[in-house]
Structures are given as structure tokens and as C-alpha cells.
């Protein structure tokens, strides 16, 4: 099991900037592929960026490319997601995901079959 806490969510003015993170606990998180997704009412779970068990590898939907930057830090067992030039679309409530996907330092398929989800934080864009 992995256990998964996102924070840093909130309210905040288009263009502005919030960085989002997500604590895990549980079994070894550095052997997880980690994701964030977003979800709107009536709207599908989307991925925004996903990240590979050595941070070697990341990819990021068109919508956010340039804006939006996943990182991790494994020794903290943390993945964040810093977004930038924060827009009214970006409302969403955000969620991090775990998939074990180890050894090989690759992305897992940019789908939402994750293992693990969080509670999800909300972001509110402003305009």
C-alpha cells in the first residue's frame, strides 16, 4: 500500500503561481512512477504531468507544457507540481497517483491506471 496527501492547493488570481505537493508513505515510494491529475464536474480525470521513480523521465499534457513542471524528491518522499500562469481552466481538484513501475527508468503509460490515488486538493483560478 502507498499512502498518498496532496496539499498546497487553494484560491488564487490568474497569472499567478501555486506549487502543489503530495506526501507518500507506505511501501517504497522511489519504485513508483508518480502522476497528477485533475478532474472538473462532468469532465473526465485528466493526467497533467507524470514522473518517472528517478525523475529521469516526465511528460506533461499540451494544455499545461511550459506552465506546469513536476519534480520529485525521493529522500523526502515527495512529488510536487509547480504551476505557473495559472489560468481559469486550470480549476480542477488535483490529484497525485502512484504505479509501481521499476527498474527500467521509463514512463508508465500516459492513462489513468495508476495504483494508488490521493484525496485530491482544490485549485480555484481567478480572473
Known amino acids: 500500500q502507498v499512502q498518498l496527501v496532496e496539499s498546497g492547493g487553494g484560491l488564487v488570481q490568474a497569472g499567478g503561481s501555486l506549487r502543489l505537493s503530495c506526501a507518500a508513505s507506505?511501501?517504497?515510494?522511489?519504485?513508483?512512477?508518480m502522476g497528477w491529475f485533475r478532474q472538473t464536474p462532468g469532465k473526465e480525470r485528466e493526467l497533467v504531468a507524470a514522473?518517472?521513480?528517478?525523475?529521469?523521465?516526465?511528460a506533461s499534457a499540451d494544455s499545461v507544457k511550459g506552465r506546469f513542471t513536476i519534480s520529485r524528491d525521493n529522500a523526502k518522499n515527495t512529488v510536487y507540481l509547480q504551476m505557473n500562469s495559472l489560468t481559469p481552466e486550470d480549476t480542477a481538484v488535483y490529484y497525485c497517483?502512484?504505479?509501481?513501475?521499476?527498474?527500467?527508468?521509463?514512463?508508465?503509460?500516459?492513462?489513468?491506471?495508476?495504483?494508488?490515488w490521493g484525496q485530491g486538493t482544490q485549485v480555484t483560478v481567478s480572473s
Open positions: 497517483a502512484a504505479k509501481f513501475y521499476y527498474p527500467v527508468d521509463i514512463l508508465p503509460p500516459l492513462t489513468n491506471d495508476y495504483d494508488y
Open positions: 514522473i518517472s521513480w528517478s525523475g529521469g523521465r516526465t
Open positions: 507506505g511501501r517504497i515510494f522511489s519504485r513508483h512512477a
